[in-house]
């Protein structure tokens, strides 16, 4: 089992940026893909970015295509979000999670559902 841990959420104004963290913890953290996702109050969960256990191959949603960027640090076990040109609309508890299958690819987190989960950290956009 992974244990995963987020971190740089915060209140930014629109068009401004922000970096998350999610640490990871446990046996072959460099073996999952990883994925970003978001939920809305009042909305559902919404998948966000995808990177592979290589970190080789990412995939977004067209939302924030061009916007943000996945990435991940096998050395140090954690995978990132840079977010630039923030939107109001992008305000929501930002999760990262994973689905613990070996060489794990972008398909993996946006066809199956994520057996690992963080516990979220919030980003809010101001206008």
């Known amino acids: 089992q992974v244990q995963l841990s987020e971190s740089g959420g915060g209140l930014v104004q629109a068009g401004g940026s922000l970096r998350l963290s999610c640490a990871a913890s446990?046996?072959?953290?460099?073996?999952?893909?990883m994925g970003w996702f978001r939920q809305a109050p009042g909305k559902e969960r919404e998948f966000v970015a995808a990177?592979?256990?290589?970190?080789?191959?990412?995939y977004y949603a067209d939302s924030v295509k061009g916007r943000f960027t996945i990435s991940r640090s096998n050395a140090k076990n954690t995978v990132y979000l840079q977010m630039n040109s923030l939107k109001p609309e992008d305000t929501a508890v930002y999760y990262c999670?994973?689905?613990?299958?070996?060489?794990?690819?972008?398909?993996?987190?946006?066809?199956?559902?994520?057996?690992?989960w963080g516990q979220g950290t919030q980003v809010t956009v101001s206008s």
């Open positions: 999670a994973t689905k613990t299958v070996e060489w794990g690819t972008v398909l993996t987190i946006t066809t199956e559902v994520p057996d690992s």
């Open positions: 446990g046996r072959s953290f460099d073996r999952y893909a």
């Open positions: 990177v592979n256990w290589s970190g080789d191959t990412t």
